[in-house]
């Protein structure tokens, strides 16, 4: 299993919307710069968010993305299902039919599912039930105040 890499930025993305609501749409520049993201990928992302209800677009010279609810109603599990669906991370090769146990593939599948794969679901499934409890609200915290402040003086700054 990989997370996807745009899961991971857009969660910080989504902070730093959360942190710096109060400043207006924040430019898709200002998050590139911010994350050192490039805006190509950036803008392919957020179209993945916005899509999901999760951020809004605003266009035009004050335009920029926000969140579309609340942060306390964003979870990193809706960040998840919004870049990379809910389609299982973890792909079963089948590898207990390869190999010397190929002649006998039938067989094995006929006792029934790999007890690797039956596993990694059911861990993937935990793993995305906890990710359903982490907001975004709760993870701005993590930024503190002086993170906060630079994040909200930067979007100020390429706003003018």
């Known amino acids: 299993m990989k997370l996807p890499r745009g899961a991971e930025w857009m969660a910080h ?4 919307l959360a942190v710096c609501d109060d400043v207006g749409p924040v430019p898709r520049r200002a998050l590139s710069e911010m994350f050192d993201i490039s805006e190509e990928y950036l803008t392919k992302q957020l179209q993945l968010l916005v899509k999901q209800g999760v951020v809004a677009s605003a ?16 979870t990193l599990l809706d960040v ?3 870049i990379q669906g809910d389609a299982p991370l973890f792909n079963c090769e089948n590898v207990r ?5 190929e002649p006998e593939a039938e067989k094995i599948k006929a006792r029934g599912k790999c007890g690797i794969r039956k596993a990694m679901l059911n861990a993937e499934k935990e793993w ?7 907001t975004i609200d709760s993870l701005t915290e993590s930024v503190g105040d002086d993170g ?7 979007v100020v700054s390429v706003r003018q």
């Open 97 to 101: 039919c390869r190999g010397i146990f």
């Open 13 to 16: 993305c989504l902070v730093a």
């Open 128 to 134: 995305r039930e906890s990710l359903g409890h982490v």
């Open 59 to 74: 266009a035009g010279q004050r335009g920029g993305y926000r969140l579309s609810k609340s942060a306390i109603d964003i």
């Open 148 to 154: 906060a402040k630079t994040m909200r003086d930067f």
């Open 80 to 82: 998840l299902n919004a």
